[in-house]
């Protein structure tokens, strides 16, 4: 069984940058997908971005061109850089592991989430 515990939310201005962590211990196949996942207050579980293992990276509309996912080379820690930060991306932040599919990611595990602010 997976465990994956996410930091480094924060509350921060808009136009700001956060740098969001993931690490992922336990059984999981090294060739399984990782991704992130937030879901503002009020709203639906949204998708935003999966690295594969061979590194292909995709990205939701909302946030291509401001956030950045990568994994390290042992594909136990995830990352995700947001820059030009807007109000509209506050949201819980959920890191998650499972395969690539048409909605970006078929969730097999997810973590607990970590808060990103933003103030206008």
């Known amino acids: 069984q997976v465990q994956l515990v996410e930091s480094g939310g924060g509350s921060v201005q808009a136009g700001g940058s956060l740098r969001l962590s993931c690490a992922a211990s336990?059984?999981?196949?090294?060739?399984?997908?990782m991704g992130w996942f937030r879901q503002a207050p009020g709203k639906t579980l949204e998708w935003v971005s999966t690295?594969?293992?061979?590194?292909?990276?995709y990205y939701a509309d909302s946030v291509k061109g401001r956030f950045t996912i990568s994994r390290d080379n042992a594909g136990n820690t995830l990352y995700l850089q947001l820059t030009s930060l807007k109000t509209e991306d506050t949201a819980m932040y959920y890191c998650?592991?499972?395969?690539?599919?048409?909605?970006?990611?078929?969730?097999?595990?997810r973590g607990q989430g970590t808060q990103v602010t933003v103030s206008s």
């Open positions: 998650a592991m499972g395969f690539l599919s048409v909605g970006g990611l078929e969730e097999s595990a």
């Open positions: 336990g059984y999981f196949y090294s060739s399984m997908c």
């Open positions: 690295v594969n293992s061979g590194g292909s990276r």
